[in-house]
């Protein structure tokens, strides 16, 4: 996440999937991964949506809000202070590529201790998982998400949804790279599904349920597939 993105169309989808889950009972933490703003091409101009018909109906309140933010102060903050996801925790330390003053394992304990009482934790990368042509200790690492940093979330006893931005691979193709998600001892209990948003660039939401909330998340996912928001969500079918 940049904070440049604030309150883009990938916001009112992944915000807009969140509040219902906070009007479920659950309690949301969000780690931003916010990485440091870039310049060098169009992305986070994706606000169309604020004013097409195809999002009416979605969530109005969501979109009036997020309005404010794109023609205010356009920051993650500026999200937070909104309580646009009600009684949610965030995480928000900037997330930057290694150094000797940087160090990303005290960064990552630091967001488990400060995201530690949420039911469902949600991880925002700016990329996605981590790729294999960019090393975990590489310049560009801080747009990524390790694979340990979601297993240790799901250890913790929380369910874990997690961004990931599309590349231009067939599906079939794309989707092996989490296929690792079916083979970690660690998360041999979690049910695994995901949903794919495809408005601006087609990102995806990957789901790791503890047994505990798989039901009530699913119950989530059918709601918003039967509502407004079925127009721009499809599901995923997630397995070896």
């Known amino acids: ?54 999002f009416d109906g979605c969530d109005d309140v969501l979109r009036t809000a997020l309005g404010d933010i794109v023609f205010g102060q356009r920051s993650i903050v500026a999200i937070e202070d909104a309580e646009l996801i009600p009684n949610a925790a965030y995480y928000h330390q900037p997330l930057l590529p290694p150094s000797d003053a940087f160090s990303r394992k005290l960064w990552h304990e630091a967001a488990l201790s400060q995201l530690q009482s949420a039911d469902i934790v949600f991880l925002d990368p700016d990329n996605g998982l981590l790729v294999k042509s960019v090393s975990p200790t590489g310049a560009k690492s801080c747009k990524y998400l390790f694979q340990q940093e979601v297993v240790d979330y799901y250890t913790h006893g929380q369910s874990v949804i997690f961004y990931n931005h599309r590349c231009r691979e ?71």
């Open 1 to 54: 996440m940049q904070n440049r993105y604030a309150g883009d169309v990938g916001d009112f989808g992944k915000i807009g999937l969140l509040r219902q889950l906070a009007a479920a009972g659950y309690h949301i933490g969000v780690n931003w991964y916010l990485a440091p703003d870039e310049s060098h091409n169009e992305d986070g101009k994706h606000i169309g949506y604020l004013s097409s018909k195809q």
């Open 170 to 240: 067939q599906e079939e193709v794309y989707l092996q790279r989490f296929m690792w998600l079916f083979h970690i001892s660690e998360l041999s209990n979690a049910e695994i599904t995901a949903l794919k948003y495809s408005r601006g660039s087609t990102r995806d939401y990957i789901c790791l349920m503890q047994t505990e909330h798989s039901a009530g998340i699913k119950d989530v996912i059918n709601q918003v597939m039967q509502s407004n928001w079925k127009r721009h969500f499809s599901t995923l079918e997630m397995h070896l």
